[in-house]
């Protein structure tokens, strides 16, 4: 991770996604097939990718979080992760990295998670 993603003692420091970069939709709709094998929501509507960062050389940094530090899966989701999206055409290398600042909360959700969920 570069040093200006790193967050800072307790400060999260959550770079904007590469939204302008031509994968950026393509990763998006990547990460919408990984799910939390307990939730019935994929992990980007669930508001768990918090950073999709694209460089010039389409090397890609998700910077994610899961719903809790004790997740059963919190060893291979990130894994799962960078196997979606490693596959798409230009992609040239994949890093998922895991924080806990700012824990997640129901609130990151998308409304279509919420409608999924029954929280609507």
């Known amino acids: 991770m570069s040093e200006e993603a790193n967050p800072v003692e307790g400060t999260p420091l959550i770079k904007p996604s ?16 990984v799910y939390d094998p307990e939730i019935p929501v994929n992990i980007y509507d669930l508001g768990l990718v918090y950073t999709i960062d694209i460089n010039d050389e389409n090397e890609v940094l998700i910077l994610m979080t899961l719903t809790a530090p004790g997740c059963p899966v919190a060893g291979e989701m990130p894994g799962w992760l960078a196997d979606a999206i490693e596959p798409l055409a230009g992609v040239k290398h994949v890093d998922v990295e895991l924080t806990w600042n700012p824990p997640w909360g129901m609130e990151m959700m998308s409304d279509e998670a919420r409608l999924e969920l029954g929280f609507m």
Do not use: G, I
Request: aromatic residues 0%; hydrophobic residues 30%; proline residues 6%.
């Open 18 to 33: 590469s939204t302008d970069h031509p994968l950026h939709n393509a990763v998006v709709e990547a990460c919408r097939t």
